[in-house]
Nanobody, 119 residues
């Protein structure tokens, strides 16, 4: 059974940093994208960043480009999201997700972790 378990959320002041982790298990994620999405209160879930498990190629939403860094640790089967220069607009529940390269939709989702940026 595939499991994606996020951790690392919390409360941080504007301008601060947080590092989220997603522990992936239950199958091989070769030829998959691992991604982060987020959903703020009253808004639709939005794409944040993704990484190709094999090649490590990355893609970012414009809103986080230059501030967030997605990476993977193949040995530990984790995907990380380093978030810097956080603003209150980054407040959301952050979700880890996975899909095969050949599919358009994400098959697997974590339960989410809350990130709150506030002074």
């Amino acid at each position: 059974q595939v499991q994606l378990v996020e951790s690392g959320g919390g409360l941080v002041q504007p301008g601060g940093s947080l590092r989220l982790s997603c522990a992936a298990s239950g199958r091989s994620f070769s030829n998959h994208y691992l991604a982060w999405f987020r959903q703020s209160l009253g808004k639709e879930r939005e794409f944040v960043a993704r990484i190709g498990w094999n090649a490590g190629t990355t893609t970012y939403a414009d809103s986080v480009k230059g501030r967030f860094i997605i990476s993977r640790d193949s040995a530990k089967n984790t995907v990380n999201l380093q978030m810097n220069s956080l603003t209150p607009e980054d407040t959301a529940v952050y979700y880890c997700a996975a899909r095969p390269l050949v599919r358009a939709s994400y098959d697997y989702w974590g339960q989410g972790t809350q990130v709150t940026v506030s002074s």
